[in-house]
């Protein structure tokens, strides 16, 4: 079993410009989750999606989308991406219970 | 809604010292706990975690945390620590009565010193 995978593992973008983070897992989780990590912050929440078909904005969610495309998989879109959004991003997954979250291998995200 | 305080954001401890990691919570009504590492360049691993029966849990590597639930806190120790445990350690609640949603602390630096 991979787990949670995310892809791409390191992005470079210029201001403005859109991409998409990709997150799967095998885990047959049934909530997923998308963070950012930032030096001293800790992991904030930006969006998450406590079923399939469902989705739900969570702490720092302005300037970002999410897709929860199957039970497998949740996306995670920037329109226009700013220098704030410079981070690293994590993808994790649980079976909805408040038990432990699986997280991916994270994204580092550079937007100059 | 819950808040996660770590209050070091960085411990440098010599090898085979002990080490204490704090953790506090603001709610003790009806929580998981969780400890996470995450060693540079990777993801959050689960370290131990806290459902329910002993207040006193453990890792496989050494750890050991308690739930205590008048203070609120749920700290990490080590009797001796090992160069290999230098890491970011968080400390993770999970809030059953707001639907199991997931809090964590900011974090914590472990450096282990030679």
């Known amino acids: 079993n991979a787990g949670v995978t995310q892809t791409p593992k390191f992005q470079v973008l210029k201001t403005g410009q859109s991409m998409t983070l990709q997150c799967a897992q095998d885990?047959?989780?049934?909530?997923m989750y998308w963070y950012r990590q930032d030096p001293g912050m800790g992991l904030r929440l930006i969006y998450y999606?406590?079923?399939?078909?469902t989705t739900d904005k969570g702490e720092v969610p302005n300037g970002y989308n999410v897709s929860r495309l199957n039970k497998r998989e949740f996306s995670l879109r920037l329109e226009s991406a700013a220098p704030s959004q410079t981070s690293v991003y994590f993808c994790?997954?649980?079976w909805g219970q408040g038990y432990e979250q699986y997280f991916g291998p994270g994204t580092r995200l550079t937007v100059t | 809604a819950q808040s996660v305080t770590q209050l070091d954001s960085q411990v440098p401890v010599f090898e085979e010292a002990p080490v204490e990691l704090r953790c506090n919570y603001s709610s003790s009504v009806s929580v998981y706990l969780f400890w996470y590492v995450q060693y540079p360049n990777q993801g959050l691993q689960l370290l131990l975690k806290?459902?329910?029966?002993?207040?006193l849990v453990e890792s496989i590597n050494g750890f050991e945390a308690e739930f205590n639930k008048s203070q609120t806190s749920f700290h990490l120790r080590k009797p001796s620590v090992h160069i290999s445990d230098t890491a970011e350690y968080f400390c993770?609640?999970?809030?059953?009565?707001?639907?199991?949603?997931?809090?964590f602390g900011t974090g914590t630096s472990l450096t282990v010193i030679p």
């Open positions: 999606s406590a079923s399939e078909g």
């Open positions: 806290y459902l329910s029966g002993s207040t």
């Open positions: 994790a997954g649980d």
């Open positions: 885990m047959n989780h049934n909530s």
């Open positions: 993770a609640v999970s809030d059953r009565g707001s639907g199991n949603q997931f809090y």
